[in-house]
């Protein structure tokens, strides 16, 4: 809860500044999937459809055409294609909130597993303020980028691990079941289609 409201209030003091950066360009790859059914974006620049958020992706981010002769973005389409229904429903405002809701439950899990790991409330408080309140993840919690959603599936995928050994070390602990392992499999899966370095 702390954290999304930090997030918040920065969300609003960059209001005015953003979308910038490749923000415009991996939400015209969202419209494109809400309004298209496709990841070709050069209608969604000729429509103007960008204009709806931003003046700055004018021009379509991308290498060479495809073999199609259709333009498709440098960006990784796995972003747009997780915020695609909050945009279609609640706008880029909606898309904002959406992110810093995930980058805010991706910090309770810091908090979380530290507890566990540690055993101590001032060193999970600690691991939280280090992840929730630093550069760059406190600024692009709610920044159209996919580093907020990545780290919190990052997290999600560690969660089964930290459980299966507690398990071995706690004869009161259970092993996870199939669902943390599904969960885990499903957020680590998602990262190489965030941005191609993961």
């Not at 930090?6 to 910038?20: E, I, K, M, N, T």
């Not at 055409?65 to 279609?88: C, D, E, F, K, T």
């Not at 990545?150 to 089964?160: Q, R, Y």
């Amino acid at each position: 809860g702390i954290a999304l409201v930090l997030f918040g209030v920065s969300a609003l003091r960059l209001a005015p500044l953003l979308p910038d950066g490749d923000s415009p360009h991996y939400l015209v790859l969202a419209q494109s999937l809400i309004k298209d059914g496709d990841i070709q974006i050069e209608n969604n620049h000729q429509r103007g459809d960008y204009l709806e958020y931003s003046l700055l992706a004018s021009q379509p981010d991308y290498l060479r055409r495809g073999l199609n002769g259709q333009i498709y973005s440098i960006h990784a389409p796995g972003l747009p294609a997780v915020i695609a229904p909050v945009m279609w429903l609640l706008g880029y405002p909606g898309v904002v909130g959406f992110l810093g809701l995930v980058a805010a439950i991706g910090t309770g899990l810091v908090w979380w597993l530290a507890r566990q790991l540690t055993d101590d409330a001032a060193a999970a408080w600690f691991a939280w303020a280090c992840c929730a309140l630093t550069a760059p993840f406190f600024f692009l919690s709610t920044e159209v980028f996919p580093d907020g959603l990545a780290a919190s599936c990052l997290l999600v995928g560690l969660v089964p691990l930290y459980l299966e050994e507690r398990s071995r070390s706690d004869a009161h602990a259970h092993p996870p079941g199939a669902g943390p392992w599904l969960a885990a499999g499903a957020a680590l899966a998602l990262l190489p289609w965030l941005q191609t370095r993961l």
